[in-house]
């Protein structure tokens, strides 16, 4: 398999995997306050920031991965 290839693909696996365990921190953390105050579980502004920086960062990872394997392999 082509290295440029193959790097996207593990960098893109990576970003899948870190989404979705950062989803789920965020997701048992808004829901364990709203337990504690009583209240429905709603993301407030910081929890939507760190999930816009994650998913953004998740897209860059595979480019950066391919030029990773490109350099080293290719």
Do not use: C
Request: net charge positive; hydrophobic share 60%.
């Amino acid at each position: 398999m082509n290295p440029v290839v193959q790097g996207a693909l593990i960098g893109l696996g990576i970003g899948v995997v870190l989404v979705v365990f950062e989803y789920l921190l965020i997701s048992q953390a808004v829901h364990d306050r709203a337990k504690k105050f009583n209240r429905k579980p709603v993301f407030d502004v910081t929890e939507r920031r760190r999930m816009a920086t994650i998913m953004r960062f998740a897209a860059v990872l595979p480019i950066g991965f391919a030029a990773a394997f490109w350099f080293i392999w290719g």
